[in-house]
């Protein structure tokens, strides 16, 4: 297993927790804690950076409520702060895990991909399309239809 080392100073990097302000607001600018956040935006981020390059930072305390969507559920969510953090952290560890994210898994995909779309059918097509009583093709229709009429 490959080891991947010096990430921690990647997350506090002020780019990557600018990347990831903007990816935890999308969607969600009508919300107080992301307006009071983006109206010192600059200045909570490089907070928010110290914190993290001093190892002081907290996490705040989520906060709870019910959705009624199909079933009763309790939802649990983090600070606008802690989802800026949470999305700085995948920025990074995302790539890392997800395997098509390197060049050469992906080739590997498309080439076992199209070797197999060279490859002949399993079944031969007679054998598909056969018309017997006990085909699956036949059985897919009622039994009182007229099959002549069908084909």
Known sequence: MKTYKHLYPRICDFENLYAAYRAARKGKRDKAQVYRFEFGAESELVRLQEELAAQTYQPGAY??????????RLISAAPFRDRVVHHALCNLVEPIF???????????LVSNRLRRFGEPHPQPLSQ???RG?????RRRFPTDADVSVIL
């Not at 906060?63 to 009763?72: A, E, G, S, V």
């Not at 997800?98 to 590997?108: E, I, K, M, P, Y």
């Open 63 to 72: 906060t709870n409520f019910r959705l009624n969507d199909r079933k009763r």
């Open 98 to 108: 997800d395997r098509t994210a390197s060049v050469g898994n992906r080739r590997l």
């Open 128 to 130: 598909v399309w056969e």
């Open 133 to 137: 009583a006990g085909s699956p093709w």
